[in-house]
């Protein structure tokens, strides 16, 4: 009896910091996110306006496939930012002489999530559109200047997420490839924005049956626990980079929760206190790891839950609700 009580008084600790370390994530989540937001809006709001203008002042915008968005083409788009600015520095204050004008139509391009600008400045403009389930999400920005044509590019600003890492990939890729990194830190917040909603959307769809929710500020790591059955169910998804919409490493394990008095004292008087009976081992649910490494999170939530009372009902056969 002694004991049950201790094991009892442990549980009740543990629930304890659990709620406690829950709340803690949880502000942290809130304050990171607010912080991001408050520091980029000003920016956002500023670059976006830019955005617009160029893009209302286009006479043309072309959509690229394929080999078409090559080198280049990108030496081109940055030929016509320095001509223009090197136009217009030469046009001194308050002369109205129209200099020649090198290129006569102003272009935007498209490729895929991507539309890329010439702004004032002998700067390049690119917008990220991205979308989840065919839906429109959020749009980010990043600007690359360099001080002539043949001198090799940098960053200026942008306003992707601070936890996402786009001066790694500056140093990696822009220097050598600048048509990579573009591509790169396009993959990097399609792929960030795709992993945050598949989230979002099993909390709105199934939020009754999720106890616990933790993850990691890119979304590469998640941890949920369902608790509206017999058994308490743990998932831990972790993803190979930073541009993966599906988890690599997967681990759903299954807790009994409940368990019969008949079952109970049906287990060896030797094998209880050592981990069977009051604190099961738990079991592996190989066929909810399937789901999760080949589909959505979405569909693979539905997909586990549906099979999961036979599974439990299979491997824990003594275990009843309350």
Same mark, same amino acid.
Request: glycine residues 4%.
């Given at each position: 009896?002694?004991?049950?009580?201790?094991?009892?008084?442990?549980?009740?600790?543990?629930?304890?910091?659990?709620?406690?370390?829950?709340?803690?994530?949880?502000?942290?989540?809130?304050?990171?996110?607010? $912080?991001?937001?408050?520091?980029?809006?000003?920016?956002?709001?500023?670059? #976006?306006?830019?955005?617009?203008?160029?893009?209302?002042?286009?006479? #043309?915008? $072309?959509?690229?496939?394929?080999?078409?968005?090559?080198?280049?083409?990108?030496?081109?788009?940055?030929?016509?930012?320095?001509?223009?600015?090197?136009?217009?520095? =030469?046009?001194?204050?308050?002369?109205?002489?129209?200099?020649?004008?090198?290129?006569?139509?102003?272009? *935007?391009?498209?490729?895929?999530?991507?539309? @890329?600008?010439?702004?004032?400045?002998?700067?390049?403009?690119?917008? %990220?559109?991205?979308?989840?389930?065919?839906?429109?999400?959020?749009?980010?920005?990043?600007? $690359?200047?360099?001080?002539?044509?043949?001198?090799?590019?940098?960053?200026?600003?942008?306003?992707?997420?601070?936890?996402?890492? @786009?001066?790694?990939?500056?140093?990696?890729?822009?220097?050598?490839?600048?048509?990579?990194?573009?591509?790169?830190?396009?993959?990097?917040?399609?792929? %960030?924005?795709?992993?945050?909603?598949?989230?979002?959307?099993?909390?709105?769809?199934?939020?009754?049956?999720? +106890?616990?929710?933790?993850?990691?500020?890119? %979304?590469?790591? /998640?941890?949920?626990? @369902?608790?509206?059955?017999?058994?308490?169910?743990?998932?831990?998804?972790? %993803?190979?980079?930073? @541009?993966?919409?599906?988890?690599?490493?997967?681990?759903?394990?299954?807790?009994?929760?409940?368990?019969?008095?008949?079952?109970?004292?049906?287990?060896?008087?030797?094998?209880?206190?050592? +981990?069977?009976?009051?604190?099961? /081992?738990?079991?592996?649910? *190989?066929?909810?790891?399937?789901? $999760?490494?080949?589909?959505?999170?979405?569909?693979?939530?539905?997909?586990?839950?549906?099979?999961?009372?036979?599974?439990?009902?299979? =491997?824990?056969?003594?275990?009843?609700?309350?």
């Amino acid at each position: 009896m002694g004991e049950v009580n201790y094991l009892r008084e442990e549980d009740v600790k543990l629930d304890a910091v659990r709620a406690r370390f829950s709340n803690v994530l949880k502000r942290h989540s809130e304050l990171a996110e607010r $912080l991001s937001r408050d520091s980029d809006k000003s920016i956002f709001d500023r670059l #976006q306006k830019e955005f617009e203008a160029a893009r209302a002042s286009q006479t #043309q915008e $072309l959509i690229l496939k394929g080999e078409q968005w090559n080198d280049g083409l990108l030496a081109t788009i940055r030929e016509r930012v320095h001509m223009e600015a090197e136009r217009k520095a =030469m046009q001194m204050p308050g002369d109205t002489t129209q200099l020649p004008i090198p290129f006569h139509d102003k272009i *935007t391009y498209k490729v895929g999530n991507k539309v @890329i600008c010439c702004l004032d400045g002998a700067r390049i403009g690119i917008q %990220y559109d991205t979308s989840f389930a065919g839906e429109s999400c959020d749009l980010y920005h990043c600007v $690359l200047e360099s001080k002539s044509f043949l001198e090799k590019m940098t960053v200026l600003e942008h306003t992707v997420p601070f936890f996402l890492p @786009i001066r790694e990939a500056e140093n990696e890729f822009l220097s050598s490839n600048a048509i990579r990194f573009i591509d790169h830190v396009g993959d990097l917040l399609q792929a %960030y924005v795709d992993r945050r909603e598949q989230v979002r959307l099993i909390k709105e769809l199934y939020g009754n049956q999720i +106890g616990e929710l933790y993850h990691s500020l890119p %979304y590469h790591m /998640i941890e949920f626990v @369902i608790e509206d059955f017999d058994s308490k169910v743990t998932v831990s998804l972790r %993803y190979a980079d930073l @541009i993966s919409t599906l988890p690599t490493g997967v681990s759903v394990l299954a807790w009994p929760m409940h368990q019969s008095k008949k079952s109970s004292d049906k287990i060896a008087p030797h094998l209880k206190g050592n +981990g069977v009976g009051s604190h099961p /081992i738990p079991a592996r649910l *190989t066929y909810a790891e399937d789901a $999760l490494r080949t589909m959505s999170l979405p569909e693979a939530y539905a997909e586990i839950v549906l099979n999961l009372p036979r599974a439990l009902q299979d =491997m824990f056969p003594h275990t009843r609700s309350t």
